[in-house]
T-cell receptor, first 111, second 116 residues
Framework: GQNIDQPTEMTATEGAIVQINCTYQ??????LFWYQQHAGEAPTFLSY????GLEEKGRFSSFLSRSKGYSYLLLKELQMKDSASYLC????????????FGKGTMLLVSP | DAGVIQSPRHEVTEMGQEVTLRCKPI?????LFWYRQTMMRGLELLIY????????DSGMPEDRFSAKMPNASFSTLKIQPSEPRDSAVYFC??????????????FGPGTRLTVL
């Protein structure tokens, strides 16, 4: 089975940096995903980590430590449009590439 | 690329009625997933298909729910009879199953279901 934990809510100011943490416990592991979901919309893919380390993609970076069961999503130069829910999801090959999602972290960016 | 297409976008029905949700995955994707999202439970996997074959339906809440994938470009999720507790947003997603982004899932816009 899977257990994924992430904070429920976070707030930050426009232009700042915010780090959203995710911890997981899995019976198998084949990668960790981050998705962004704006209110009333579908989740959209942000990043994928399967090896330890930092993956950078523009203003967004994602980090993975498999030994610690830990990941974070780092958002730089925050913009108002970054206000959304951020979902951490783990791929578990015991279930044929299915993803188990955390409940998401609601990020509110204020001016 | 049209992305994953779902219909209807909104559905309001009365308790006891049959509801059918539809999904067209991204062309060439081997996997199709049905999820349900609520505030309380988050995003839950209901069932998924590989090459049109149902692989795991352990997430389907009960016998009132059924899903089919008659061909590679179409799937349905049916609720019969519907109940108020089925009110949620239902997402369909697809993934390639091969290649560099083999496990990345791409979501449709969702169907917001309200059962009165």
């Amino acid at each position: 089975g899977q257990n994924i934990d992430q904070p429920t809510e976070m707030t930050a100011t426009e232009g700042a940096i915010v780090q959203i943490n995710c911890t997981y416990q899995t019976s198998g592991f084949n990668g960790l995903f981050w998705y962004q979901q704006h209110a009333g919309e579908a989740p959209t893919f942000l990043s994928y980590n399967v090896l330890d380390g930092l993956e950078e993609k523009g203003r967004f970076s994602s980090f993975l430590s498999r030994s610690k069961g830990y990941s974070y999503l780092l958002l730089k130069e925050l913009q108002m449009k970054d206000s959304a829910s951020y979902l951490c999801a783990v791929s578990d090959y015991s279930g044929y590439s299915t993803l188990t999602f955390g409940k998401g972290t609601m990020l509110l960016v204020s001016p | 690329d049209a992305g994953v297409i779902q219909s209807p976008r909104h559905e309001v029905t009365e308790m006891g009625q049959e509801v059918t949700l539809r999904c067209k995955p991204i062309s060439g994707h081997d996997y199709l997933f049905w999820y349900r999202q609520t505030m309380m439970r988050g995003l839950e996997l209901l069932i998924y298909f590989n090459n049109n074959v149902p692989i795991d339906d352990s997430g389907m809440p009960e016998d009132r729910f059924s899903a089919k994938m008659p061909n590679a470009s179409f799937s349905t999720l049916k609720i019969q009879p519907s109940e108020p507790r089925d009110s949620a947003v239902y997402f369909c997603a697809s993934s390639p199953g091969t290649g560099t982004d083999t496990d990345t899932q791409y979501f449709g816009p969702g169907t917001r279901l309200t059962v009165l």
